[in-house]
């Protein structure tokens, strides 16, 4: 099992190292001429900075209560 997470460990080293590069790619890519691809981009470094929007629903109940008396 040390062996395990010693390599989740390292992947996880590696990843942080990449984050400043795929940061500046995203960043690239708010200027990209394709509008969808920009909204991607800019979704992904809100959702990262922010936090992800939450979602809201709605629900209906209907609670019927039966007494045994």
Known sequence: MAKAEAALELAEARIRGLAPRAVDVLERLL???SESVALGAARD???RAVGKARERAEMAAAITVKRPW
Request: aromatic content about 0%; charged content about 35%.
């Open 31 to 33: 200027t990209a001429e």
């Open 45 to 47: 470094l809100t959702d």
